[in-house]
């Protein structure tokens, strides 16, 4: 055997290991803020998400969906939410996706960017766009490339995103295992529909919302009250709900807000509705990104994201 003969049969085995390793390093997630593609229906769907600094692939972490809305996209939901930074303090992925764009003659401004969130005559409905199925691929997506705990997956959102989330929780809810919804409640064409599996929901609305009433819109939305009455009877939870009027940190702030609990007998699902008197269509703790006269008073006298975060985490996918 020549000497250069047996230098390529020792080389190319190291070449090899030295590509192997090469390939494993670009495949380690990295921390922070990433950008993930979907391809569906013909449409390449986008979203950004935030990986904690302590996530590591040897332990599974929860998955939290922030859905924005109407006329908003991923990089305001962030804003407005801080999911991200939560996420680093809890060690969560949180997942900001971004609608689809529809075009459509006469449409106005900013309602090219909606969800398909059940209420019929919208751009996204004509459009055909299957949000629903957007969303399971993006289980899908995290459950490849992450350790993600998919008994933990949680889905949030702000108005249209609201309303969206809901829909999610009665359309999916064999893959989530809770669901906080601001500023938005149910569809009407799509309550008559039931879950295949309990769900845990917390509500937030405010009593002076321009935007969605608190009283709902007869033939197009539900109230908060119905929407509250929707899934304590989906999760067959008791009756009477615990009352608390929280304490007002802020007191030079004219929003209070009572929460109504509902629990079932085994503790394994709540729907409990943060009821914010006074609140706008606004994120309780986010920022005055309008003036009041337009959407209505930002509550400071809790902090949304946290207080959403601390009641769904503590639930898993199929309690009962």
Do not use: C
Request: no cysteine.
């Amino acid at each position: 055997m020549t000497f250069f003969r047996r230098f390529f049969i020792v080389l190319i085995p190291l070449l090899f290991i030295v590509l192997l390793s090469s390939f494993g390093l670009q495949a380690e997630p990295k921390e922070g803020f990433q950008q993930g593609t979907i391809t569906l229906q013909g449409h390449k769907r986008t979203f950004k998400y935030y990986i904690p600094n302590s996530y590591s692939s040897g332990k599974p972490v929860p998955l939290l969906f922030s859905f924005h809305g109407r006329g908003s996209h991923a990089e305001k939901q962030i804003k407005l939410t801080n999911f991200d930074q939560l996420a680093e303090k809890e060690g969560f992925i949180a997942v900001f996706p971004n609608s689809a764009e529809i075009n459509e003659p006469n449409l106005k401004s900013g309602h090219e960017r909606q969800w398909n969130d059940g209420r019929f005559d919208t751009p996204v409905n004509r459009a055909g766009i299957d949000d629903v199925k957007f969303t399971s691929e993006m289980i899908d997506y995290f459950a490849r490339h992450y350790n993600v705990d998919l008994d933990r997956v949680y889905a949030t959102g702000m108005s249209n995103g609201a309303y969206f989330v809901n829909r999610l929780a009665i359309e999916l809810s064999d893959r989530l295992a809770g669901i906080g919804a601001v500023a938005g409640t149910i569809a009407t064409p799509i309550a008559t529909q039931k879950p295949r599996s309990p769900v845990s929901v917390v509500l937030m609305m405010g009593t002076e919302d321009p935007i969605v009433p608190y009283e709902g819109v007869s033939g197009y939305s539900l109230s908060a009250e119905e929407t509250v009455d929707y899934w304590k009877n989906a999760n067959a939870l008791d009756s009477k709900p615990s009352t608390k009027t929280l304490v007002q940190p802020v007191k030079t702030d004219k929003t209070k807000v009572i929460r109504k609990k509902y629990k079932h007998a085994g503790q394994q699902t709540e729907v409990t509705l943060y009821k914010v008197i006074n609140g706008g269509h606004t994120w309780p703790g986010g920022p005055q990104y309008a003036k009041p006269s337009k959407i209505g008073l930002a509550s400071k006298q809790l902090e949304a994201s946290k207080v959403i975060w601390d009641e769904l985490k503590k639930f898993k996918r199929g309690n009962l």
